[in-house]
């Protein structure tokens, strides 16, 4: 079983749907959680992180981690086409422990 | 503010022809390291760096050779480019290893083909 699991899609949805963005993990002792963004042509960009377990919202978007299941989300309320991207999860134990990545999910966003 | 910058954008080589991808950063991040993309295989580590003088393999690294001499450049050799080789790889820097609170800076990704 690998790490950190992530659907690689495409995702394809309406503008102005929500949009749910998933990846499941092994291993518990993480507790960093973080959401990358990557545009086209593009390198990742950190869009949001959340240390252990709880929600946290930044305008559209709001992360989500259920440490008893190993499962996060991230919601995109009020989805835009330049919300079109491909979503990396990536996870980490502490400041010296390697980030691991999920493969990401392509996401469109249709007008 | 340069950020983390990559050289070339582009490169095309030819089976057994040997290159460097050069990237450099600015803001005297101690961790860095080399990924490769590939369709369906999402970002994997080739080698990372935990400061001038320290190198270490990471998840892919055949092929690749990598130094630290300074704290600012870190390139990426390889050493005789083969098909599957081809791929698009970023360089990143982050203040430490892990996470905890600081963010990773990607390059913009140097796009290689090996025909």
């Known amino acids: 079983q690998k790490e950190v699991e992530q659907d690689p899609g495409p995702l394809s949805v309406p503008e102005g749907a929500i949009v749910s963005l998933n990846c499941t993990y092994s291993n518990s002792a993480f507790q960093y959680f973080m959401w990358y963004r990557q545009y086209s042509r593009k390198g990742p960009e950190l869009l949001m992180y959340t240390y252990s377990s709880g929600n946290k919202e930044d305008g559209r978007f709001t992360a989500q981690v259920d440490k008893s299941s190993k499962y996060i989300s991230l919601f995109i309320r009020d989805s835009q086409p330049s919300d079109s991207a491909t979503y990396l999860c990536?996870?980490?134990?502490?400041?010296?422990?390697?980030?691991?990545f999920g493969k990401g999910t392509r996401l469109h966003i249709l007008p | 503010n340069a950020g983390v910058t990559q050289t070339p954008k582009f490169q095309v080589l030819k089976t057994g022809q040997s290159m460097t991808l050069q990237c450099a950063q600015d803001m005297n991040h101690e961790y860095m390291s080399w990924y490769r993309q590939d369709p369906g295989m999402g970002l994997r580590l080739i080698h990372y760096?935990?400061?001038?003088?320290?190198?270490d393999q990471g998840e892919v690294p055949n092929g690749y050779n990598v130094s630290r001499s300074t704290t600012e450049d870190f390139p990426l050799r390889l050493l005789s480019a083969a098909p599957s080789q081809t791929s698009v790889y970023f360089c990143a820097s982050s203040l430490t290893t892990g996470f905890s609170g600081n963010t990773i800076y990607f390059g913009e990704g140097s796009w290689l083909t090996v025909v």
């Open positions: 760096s935990v400061g001038a003088g320290i190198t």
């Open positions: 990536a996870m980490s134990r502490n400041r010296d422990d390697k980030i691991i």
